[in-house]
Every structure is written in C-alpha cells, then in structure tokens.
C-alpha cells in the first residue's frame, strides 16, 4: 500500500515538473521567456516548447492585427484656417517583441496611450497643409499614406508595425456645422427658386406658342370651310338655276313651300297678313298642279 502511494506521489510530482517545464505557443502568440527577469529569449514558431522550472517564467504577446481607433474628436485646421473633425484609425501588429516589452512592459493598452497622441500629431500636420476640398476628397488618400510614412519611423521606437492607416468620418466643428448648414440650405433655395423660374418662364413660352399655333389652326380651318361653303352654294345656286330655269312656275311654287316652311316653323307663332297678299298665292292655287316640266330633249 505504501508502495503505490509513493508511486502516486511521485508521478504526481513529475507531472508538476512537467507542467512547469512545458508549454504550448500557438501560432497566434510571441512566447517571451524570462529568466530572472531578464528576458532570455523570444519564441516565434508554434509548438511545444520548454523552460527550466522555478528560474524561468514565459509571457505570451498576441502577434496578430490590432486595431487602435481615435479615442476622441479634435478640430484640426486645414490651410484656409477652417476648422475640422477626423475620425481615425489605425492598424498595427508587434514587430519586435524585445523593443516592444521594455518601452510599453506586456500590456497592449499601454502602448494605445502612447500611441494616440502620436497619430493626432501627425493627422495634424498633414492636414494644415491641405485645404478642405483636398482633404475630403482630391487628397484623402495621399493624406492617409503621408500619415503612414510619418508612423512608420515612430512606430518602431515602441516595437511596432502600422500596417494601414484610414480616415472613417471628416467633419466640419460643431461650432461652424450650423453656420454651414445654413449657407447650403439658402444655396439650394436659390437654385430651386432659379429653376421655378425658369420653369415659370418655359412654361409661358410653350403656352403663348401653343395658343398662337391655335389661333394659327382655327384661322386656316375656318378659311378653308369658308371656301369649302361658298363652293357648295355655288354650285348649289347654280343647280337651282339650272333646275328652275327650266320651269320657273315650279321654282315660284316652291320658294313659295320654303317661305311657308320658315314662317309656320313654331306653333306659338302669331302671323298677321292680308289673305288677299301675294303670300298666300301658292296656298290659293293648291288645289290646281302645277303644269309639268318640259321634258329634256
């Protein structure tokens, strides 16, 4: 029985000198071995390392992509002394884990508030050297890698590498937003009322044309029915002549049936006439026909 516990025990003791001499560097990580507080050595390879217990210790640095973003708005003046908010931030990964430990110990965030300042900086100066049309546009992108290029020298005195620099927001400070604002709300008022009028003054014009080229139709149509008509009485006058010329008796007979037809057209109508007149002829004479038409030779 004693034996066995002793051979627990000392399995359970390798296993802790194994724990403590052995670990795992993932490929994600520096792995930084100490030795007596001096750093010894920097791992870069994943696998499965050893130390020497109790003397050495190790730390683990994330090697991958960090991303610092702008802890806070500062207005930056550009060229024409207008005032601007940016936005920034910044992509970055330790370089040299040695460096890296003795300017900022093994905490990332110490390096970020030493960092930020460093960055506004040289936002700052990039974009006093611009006006506000280059830096929202014609030259955003060169502002960006001018900031890189100055980061790159400064990024190495902490152990590290500032893979990519981005502006995400330019804007102008709030104490002139509302100033410019308005200056764009009356612009655009007087475009919008350039283009009323404008559209007031072609809509005038397509109108007077339209009504001038309305007049211009009725004119002609009249014209022409106005020749149209006076071509049919003509020609109707000159059958009537024709056909009553070759009997004036019927033709009298029947201007006389028109006559009577105009006058007896409405019931209500009141005539006073002499029986005797010459009105009345065709009426007196009815009961005898009128003599026939010569015939057509």
């Known amino acids: 029985m004693n034996r066995i516990a002793a051979i627990v025990a000392g399995a359970l003791v390798i296993l802790m000198l194994l724990s403590s001499m052995l670990f795992v560097v993932d490929q994600r990580q520096f792995a930084v071995i100490y030795t007596l507080g001096e750093i010894k050595e920097v791992i870069t390879e994943p696998g499965l390392k050893g130390k020497l217990p109790l003397v050495q210790n190790v730390v683990l640095l994330d090697r991958r992509v960090q991303t610092l973003d702008s802890p806070e708005s500062r207005p930056v003046f550009t060229a024409e002394k207008k005032s601007l908010v940016i936005d920034w931030l910044i992509k970055w990964r ?27 900086a040289a936002f700052n100066e990039e974009v006093t050297k611009r006006t506000v049309i280059a830096v929202l546009a014609t030259e955003r992108e060169k502002v960006m890698n001018d ?55 072609e809509g005038d014009k397509i109108r007077a044309d339209a009504d001038r080229q309305r ?64 009105f009345f002829k065709a009426m007196r004479g009815a009961g005898s026909a009128p003599s026939a038409a010569p015939a057509h030779k």
Do not use: C, H, W
């Open 215 to 278: 007049e211009i139709i009725v004119s002609e149509a009249y014209r022409d029915a106005q020749k149209i008509k006076g071509e049919g009485d003509a020609k109707a006058s000159a059958l009537y002549a024709e056909a009553f010329g070759r009997d004036p008796q019927f033709a009298q007979f029947y201007r006389s049936l028109e006559a009577y037809r105009a006058s007896f057209r409405s019931k209500s109508d009141v005539m006073v006439v002499d029986p005797s007149s010459d």
């Open 94 to 120: 330790i370089a040299e884990p040695r460096q890296f430990i003795r300017n900022n110990g093994v905490d990332i965030r110490n390096v970020e508030n030493r960092l930020s300042p460093v960055v506004q």
């Open 147 to 201: 900031v890189r290029k100055r980061l790159a020298d400064e990024a190495k005195q902490f152990g590290i590498e500032v893979v990519d620099v981005r502006i995400k927001r330019v804007d102008f400070a709030s104490n002139i937003t509302d100033a410019v604002y308005r200056r764009m709300e009356s612009e655009r008022k007087r475009v919008a009322n350039e283009a009323r009028s404008t559209g007031a003054a």
